[in-house]
């Protein structure tokens, strides 16, 4: 592996770092081995029903002329704020020095990278010509960047993903090869992840509140929206799979972490339901073509109740997490706390979802009511994706913690 | 004995990597198909604005055999280029129109669109009398027109000056000719669908399955840019008929309107009628506020 | 709705308007177009262009030529041909017989014999308001010239001079042909055509379905 001079030939030892990662992946107790299996059953439905969708057309989904994005591109828009969310612990970690939250803070960004992984999935799932997706590589294809956000979308998500896979990859590596990471390797690529993972979230609102046919989504506040619920997310999530790793690993999670998240969750849930508040307000109170989409959504229009219990079970769903968050006690009941949390992450997927994607269709710009319904195919395509997510979530945190607990045997200067 | 435990494992890893591989292969085998509506030529061709002369011809050599292998039907595909000194505009006069959905239907027929959903670019609105809110207009008449106390509206691609759909789109399957007439290269949409979400006018259509036409219905005379018949998964959208107007005949939809409340024409032609139109009459367009700045105009007579 | 073609009429549908206003010119001077600022005929008379469109050799226009219905020239009879259609019979076939002819009626309802059964819902007319009482085949114009029956188009527009000037300029009237005169010729629906005279009222009729993908009308609206 090295020299006497501490040259490594990192040609011969990356490979066997390659092995190590697949043995750490396939390895485990009955339980890891269940947990993958019932995963991959998932994901290969959810494979199956993606081909037959590309044979036979987007016309397996539920999806319309009228309201032509669904499940996938809301699954996408909560994914990717999911990602940002991650970001969210290496502030405190490398901003403020806080050294509980440095330990875990890799955590976040292995979340990053499995976020990422199924948010481009359920984009290329959404596609109606998956087979055309090189004409989106600048050069051979033609990438309508800077003018299409949807372009900027490609380049930031694309490298998010690259840039956290290049530092969790290196300090994995580093580790494993025994050696402290040098920050010079990976700092600056964290404080660029920092800004990146706001970016993410902003070009993606930005689709959307660009587009002045849309009057519900056309709103200053959407890109804030989404910054603030991802900030809501992401560090529920981590909190929820800290507890699950100190349970089934022998990896110790600090008390702090957990701490420091949910002083972050306590501000960002509060400020989550009151951009909704102001939503509504600005909506009910104006009238007009604006108030069509968010009568909708909160009472129903024309005799169309369809999203009215998913929106209302949503900001439920938050307000509850969000007591329970802000109240000692009641935080104090670890259980309750972990129902808070997993309730505001489905609140907030509802509600990026049903409550923002589809009441931009409905009514359609020519003010017609035309309900959406996810079909079969979109279900098994949405359940595939997310069981293939946590599949790479699962086996990065194996290789990603186990890789952080060996030992430091030697210092590079 | 720890040997063959590891061993064993080892061993078990690999069959179920086997397996796993083995159930991947088989969950995507439906894949295969694809074959039927596409072919590595179709793949690997560029974008309409890169190919030359020779390689136009080809193209359109090649999807007219593939129309006619697949929809049984022999047509002439042709590439038309927009005529110099030329702006179209179209204007809708909405005391004439009686919402009869004639236009709805020779769109239907022109552009061979697909049977099953009975697609038309062309939306016909029935609105009230003294007001201009979509929100009180219906799609879904079906009886006797034109009713006491409505005006129709028929409502296709506006042809913006500023489209937010070429805006949008990721990888510049759709751009404004220098006509005015905004086209879609069906061979180079991948299907993303951000341009229906971005029209303000509800001027785009998906193909959300194959397109079927009996072979004796399709019209044969296509072109590239408009009425060929679309593969599955890509968006179209009203192209002002360009293969009949590109040559100086009257769109479809303005033929088939028995009222002639339909008026189209070179706007730069000072003795046109649509310049008359939109110099004499009150004209207004949909949506102005949103700055798309249409070339479709609507008036009253009154 | 194609019509058949007739030799072209000598009235004044060559349709030419008027010079343009600013709300036009506002328009095209936003429109990304280069030289577009001349408006020299030459310009649209290059018999050969590098367009490639197809135009008469002299730089001369193709006709518009005005639909002559059948409603001026024949009714429909009772019997039917062996396609199922009513015959059509020439008016001159009774009329020419008729001698000395027949006087107009007070009203339709008075009609008999062919025309028995004629609705009649033109305002407060008179038969002899548009009629000719003493030719079959010619109309009589406001200021006491008869015209041809065939020429119905000039009786009609000097009461309806509105519609006739919105029909010259191409916004009222169905057209079949090419929007380029340049490149090919074009057919007018004449007024008859839509209009019977005795009912001018544009019938109301079933519009063709509605689409697929319409929502079903829900009773309940609110503002």
Redesign the interface.
């Known amino acids: 592996m090295t020299d006497a001079n501490h040259t490594t030939h990192h040609a011969r030892t990356y490979p066997r770092f390659l092995w190590y990662v697949l043995g750490r992946a396939t390895d485990g107790s009955w339980l890891f081995y269940t947990w993958m299996f019932v995963l991959t059953a998932i994901a290969l439905v959810g494979a199956n029903a993606w081909a037959h969708q590309v044979v036979r057309g987007m016309a397996a989904t539920g999806m ?3 309201v032509s994005w669904g499940l996938y591109i809301s699954n996408f828009t909560f994914l990717v704020g999911l990602a940002a969310g991650g970001v969210m612990m290496v502030i405190p970690a490398y901003l403020y020095g806080d050294h509980d939250m440095h330990d875990v803070v890799i955590i976040g960004e292995l979340l990053a990278i499995a976020a990422i992984t199924m948010a481009l999935m359920f984009v290329v799932g959404d596609l109606g010509r998956p087979d055309r997706f090189w004409h989106l590589i600048p050069g051979i294809g033609r990438l309508h960047w800077p003018v299409s956000m949807l372009t900027w979308d490609v380049v930031v998500l694309n490298g998010y993903l690259l840039i956290n896979l290049h530092v969790c990859g290196y300090i994995i590596y580093q580790r494993w090869l025994g050696r402290r990471p040098n920050p010079r390797w990976y700092l600056p690529f964290v404080f660029l992840s920092i800004v990146w993972a706001f970016s993410i979230h902003t070009v993606t609102a930005f689709l959307y509140s660009g587009l002045g046919g849309r009057p519900f989504w056309n709103s200053a506040l959407l890109a804030p929206r989404f910054l603030a619920s991802a900030f809501v997310t992401g560090p529920a999530f981590i909190v929820l799979t800290l507890q699950i790793v100190a349970r089934v690993t022998t990896f110790r999670i600090p008390e702090g972490a957990i701490r420091h998240l949910l002083s972050i969750v306590r501000i960002t849930v509060l400020i989550n339901l009151f951009m909704v508040g102001s939503e509504v307000f600005t909506a009910f109170y104006t009238g007009g073509v604006h108030a069509t989409a968010a009568r909708y959504l909160f009472v129903g ?4 109740t369809e999203l009215v219990p998913w929106i209302w079970t949503a900001i439920a769903f938050n307000t509850f997490a969000a007591i329970v968050v802000l109240s000692p006690p009641l935080c104090a009941r670890r259980w309750l706390l972990n129902v808070a949390l997993a309730m505001t992450f489905v609140g907030v997927w509802i509600e990026k979802g049903m409550g923002l994607i589809t009441p931009g269709f409905v009514p359609s710009t020519l003010h ?3 309900p959406y319904h996810p079909s079969l195919t979109e279900w098994k395509v949405t359940a595939g994706v997310w069981a293939f997510g946590l599949m790479v979530f699962t086996v990065a945190l194996k290789v990603g913690l186990h890789g952080m607990s060996r030992p430091i045997t030697e210092e590079v200067a | 004995m720890a040997e063959e435990n590891v061993t064993r494992r080892n061993a078990l890893k690999v069959l179920g990597a086997t397996l796993g591989a083995g159930a991947f292969a088989r969950a995507l085998a439906p894949l295969a198909e694809i074959t039927q509506f596409t072919n590595l030529r179709e793949f690997m061709q560029k974008h309409y604005r890169e190919l030359n002369s020779d390689e136009m011809r080809e193209v359109l050599h090649r999807l007219e055999q593939d129309t006619e292998h697949r929809y049984g039907c022999e047509v002439t595909i042709r590439d038309i ?5 030329t ?1 179209f ?1 179209y ?1 809708l ?1 909405l005391s ?1 129109c ?5 236009c ?2 020779a769109c239907h027929q022109e552009n061979n669109h697909d049977r099953t ?2 697609q ?1 670019y062309i ?1 016909v609105l029935e609105m009230e009398q003294g007001s201009m809110d979509m929100e ?1 207009g ?10 006491p106390g409505h005006f129709y509206m028929p409502v296709q691609c506006q042809q913006c ?1 500023n489209p937010p759909c070429v805006s949008v789109c990721p990888v510049e399957a759709t751009w404004q000719e ?1 006509d ?1 007439i905004v086209v879609v290269d069906y061979n180079w949409c991948i299907g993303c669908r951000y341009c229906e979400a971005a029209c303000p006018y509800h001027a785009r259509r998906f193909n959300w399955r194959r397109p079927e036409i009996p072979a004796d219905e399709i019209n044969p005379n296509q072109s590239y840019l408009s009425n060929r018949i679309r593969p599955q998964g890509v968006v179209e959208k009203c192209h002002f008929c360009l293969h009949r ?1 590109r ?4 769109p479809a939809c ?8 339909r ?19 009150r ?1 207004f367009v949909l949506k102005e506020e949103l700055g798309t ?1 249409p ?1 479709f105009f609507y ?1 009253f ?1 009154r | ?2 019509r058949p073609t007739t030799p072209p009429h000598s009235d004044a549908l060559a ?7 600013a ?2 010119a506002a ?2 001077a ?4 280069t ?2 600022a001349s ?1 020299d005929a030459d ?2 008379s290059a018999s050969q ?6 135009r008469l050799a002299d730089g001369g226009v193709y006709a518009s030529t005005l639909h002559a219905p059948r409603q001026l020239v024949s009714i429909l009879g009772t019997t039917r041909n062996l396609q199922g259609q009513p015959v059509e019979i020439r008016c001159a076939t009774c009329h020419d017989l008729l001698v000395p002819p027949p006087a107009l009626p007070d009203r339709a309802s008075s009609l008999g014999g062919p025309h028995a059964g004629l609705r009649f819902d033109h305002g407060g007319n008179a038969c002899a308001a548009c009629h000719d009482p003493t030719r079959f085949d010619r109309l009589r114009l406001a200021t006491g010239e008869t015209i041809p029956m065939t020429g119905a188009l000039r009786l009609c527009a000097q009461c309806h001079g ?1 519609q006739y000037r ?2 010259t ?12 005169l ?3 010729p ?1 057919v007018r ?1 004449h007024c008859v055509d ?1 209009h019977d005279p005795h009912t001018p009222r ?1 019938p ?19 503002g």
Not at chain 3, 30 to 33: G, R
Request: one cysteine or more; aromatic letters at 6%; a neutral charge.
């Open positions: 319309s002329d009228h229009l024309h005799g169309h017609e009511l035309v | 280029r927009p005529q110099r000194h702006q505009a204007a006069n004439v009686i919402g009869c959905r004639r709805v239907e959903t009975h038309s939306r009180r219906n799609t879904n008449y079906d009886h006797d027109v034109p009713a000056e220098t005015g107007t040559e100086g005949r009257l303005l033929e088939a309107c028995p009222t002639g409340a008026v189209f024409g070179n706007v730069l032609d000072a003795d046109s009628e649509i310049r008359w139109v939109l110099e004499n009459k004209v700045r070339r008036f007579d | 709705m194609s349709s030419r308007s008027a010079r343009g206003a709300l036009v328009f095209i936003a429109l990304d177009v030289a577009c408006r310009r649209f262009d590098a367009d490639g469109a197809h509105t919105n029909y300029h191409g916004s009222h009237g169905g057209m079949t042909g090419h929007w380029d340049r490149s090919g074009r629906n839509c544009y109301s009729f079933r519009p063709m379905p509605p689409p697929l993908d319409a929502p079903a009308r829900v009773e309940t609206r609110h």
